[in-house]
């Protein structure tokens, strides 16, 4: 939708201030959906930050977890005859399984080796490649949505902008497990467990923490938050499609490159800044430089501070 921007030279009166208070309430739409949009971008780029800081490895099966996410939650209303609310938890259930299974195959048989980091991300893009082929042969290669009815199409306004239930569904469920994860990294003992491997694995190996164990409910978590992601995604947009998990990939790594290589509070910002980019940028000047203001806002970020939003400068001993 294009905007239509008020006549120029409005004369002061009724007409320019309802014209006033038009433009303050698209404003405030669309801060309010991008700041939607951006905490699904949160999510999804968390999934990967939190493998990257703590475990060194970049997993590129990531988002082929958000796509069968989307596709099984879709599964679970559809057939199953299960409320989107039973049906989250048994989508995160199944994201952590994924997760496991992808440290396991993709991962761990590596791990003794020079070129492990390397070898890991081949790996991980193989297993994604082969687990959307599972899915195009179960499902096909139609677009999925969920049954209609299957959310209350509820409606609040705020400050003039109209909000959905599935939006403030979609930022309330999002920020409560970004919430969680931060509380369980920096409070509790397998968070205690994973700062040490991501400090120094051989050091904390020797300190008795289990870095397999560790490893794994690194990645089953990491997955986890992934298939949420994917699922309130679809949710989002009323759409599943095979190739949704590749169309977010990048958008997801930009993110955790301009929050901060590790940084869970740098991935939240940096979800929210692309996210009120993109709409921004249909709103004002069009749907087709969506990305390449999203995108150029965050290479500037980048050019001005390199380390990302949140990063630690690391400083080279010679």
């Known amino acids: ?80 005859g299960l409320s989107l609310w039973a049906a989250l938890p048994i989508v995160f259930v199944f994201g952590a399984v994924l997760g496991l299974l992808i440290e396991r195959l993709a991962f761990r048989p590596l791990k003794g080796r020079a070129d492990a980091h390397f070898a890991g991300l081949i790996s991980s893009i193989a297993l994604a490649g082969m687990v959307i082929a599972l899915l195009q042969w179960r499902y096909g290669p139609d677009t999925r949505r969920f049954p209609a009815g299957s959310f209350p199409d509820t409606r609040y306004e705020v400050a003039g902008a109209q909000v959905t239930l599935v939006q403030v569904v979609i930022l309330g469920v999002s920020l409560a497990l970004m919430v969680g994860l931060t509380y369980m990294v920096t409070r509790s003992r397998l968070g205690r467990g994973m700062r040490a491997v991501a400090e120094n694995p051989t050091a904390a190996r020797v300190l008795g923490v289990n870095v397999d164990r560790i490893t794994a409910v690194t990645f089953a978590i990491s997955s986890a938050l992934g298939a949420v992601a994917g699922v309130l995604f679809a949710i989002n ?20 490159i301009v929050g901060g290589m590790g940084s869970l509070p740098g991935a939240l910002i940096g979800g929210l800044v692309l996210g009120l980019a993109e709409v921004f940028a249909v709103q004002y000047i069009g749907s087709s430089w969506r990305d390449v203001i999203a995108f150029g806002l965050l290479f500037v970020i980048l050019l001005l501070r390199p380390q990302g939003l949140l990063g630690a400068r690391k400083v080279r001993e010679v």
């Open 1 to 80: 939708m294009t905007r239509r921007p008020c006549p120029a030279g409005e004369p002061a009166g009724h007409g320019a201030s309802a014209c006033i208070h038009d433009e303050l309430r698209t404003a405030v739409q669309q801060l309010l959906n991008g700041i939607f949009i951006g905490s699904i971008y949160a999510l999804f780029a968390i999934g990967f930050t939190l493998v990257f800081g703590i475990l060194d490895r970049l997993n590129l099966a990531h988002p082929a977890v958000f796509a069968a996410s989307a596709f099984v939650g879709i599964e679970l209303v559809e057939r199953g």
């Open 237 to 256: 947009v009323n759409t599943a499609q095979l190739g949704m998990g590749s169309a977010i990939e990048l958008k997801g790594l930009a993110v955790i």
